[in-house]
């Protein structure tokens, strides 16, 4: 290999690493970080539905459910039509993650939420944070262990959408 290849290499290694590989996490983040699943029941069942699967499943309860959209009318904005999010908790995973100081920042993402929305053309999608992905950006600790029972938890709640976490859809 010449000098002159090695260096075209290096060049070219070097702008898709700079320029290519940012580009590709910015398109692809919302689908990697957020999870959408369209729900085959209205809005209010659904709501309904998810609220008692969480406090069904053992060791879960639901904190609050947000109806967003009297929140954000009450307080001066538009109306965003129906959104409601679904706080919920796992008291015995809750303490584990948070009984060590050094994990104490995690109480950021408690309780957990799932939002139900009703979008424009009537469709009711479930929304949520990919689990699986956040896990698996704590692989190797405990707060990653915690969070691969909490994710497979949730799989068990919103199974009646067939719903499994992945980094892609």
């Not at 796992?90 to 060590?100: I, Q, R, S």
């Not at 009703?118 to 915690?146: C, D, P």
Request: glycine share 8%; with cysteine; proline share 3%.
């Amino acid at each position: 290999m010449s000098k002159r290849s090695l260096i075209a290499g290096v060049i070219i290694g070097f702008v898709i690493g700079v320029f290519v590989f940012p580009l590709m996490v910015k398109f692809s983040f919302k689908e990697m970080m957020f999870k959408q699943v369209v729900s085959p029941y209205p809005f209010e069942k659904t709501v309904q539905l998810i609220a008692d699967r969480i406090n069904k499943q053992p060791g879960w309860h639901v904190v609050d459910i947000i109806d967003q959209r009297k929140e954000i009318i009450k307080y001066g904005g538009e109306d965003v039509g129906n959104v409601k999010i679904i706080k919920f908790c796992n008291a015995k995973y809750a303490a584990e993650m948070l009984k060590d100081d050094d994990r104490k920042y995690m109480a950021v993402k408690m309780p957990l939420s799932i939002a139900v929305v009703e979008k424009s053309n009537g469709k009711v999608v479930i929304a949520l944070m990919n689990g699986y992905l956040n896990s698996r950006m704590f692989a190797g600790t405990k707060e990653g262990e915690i969070m691969e029972k909490v994710v497979r938890d949730i799989e068990q709640i919103l199974g009646f959408v067939h719903f499994r976490f992945t980094i892609f859809d």
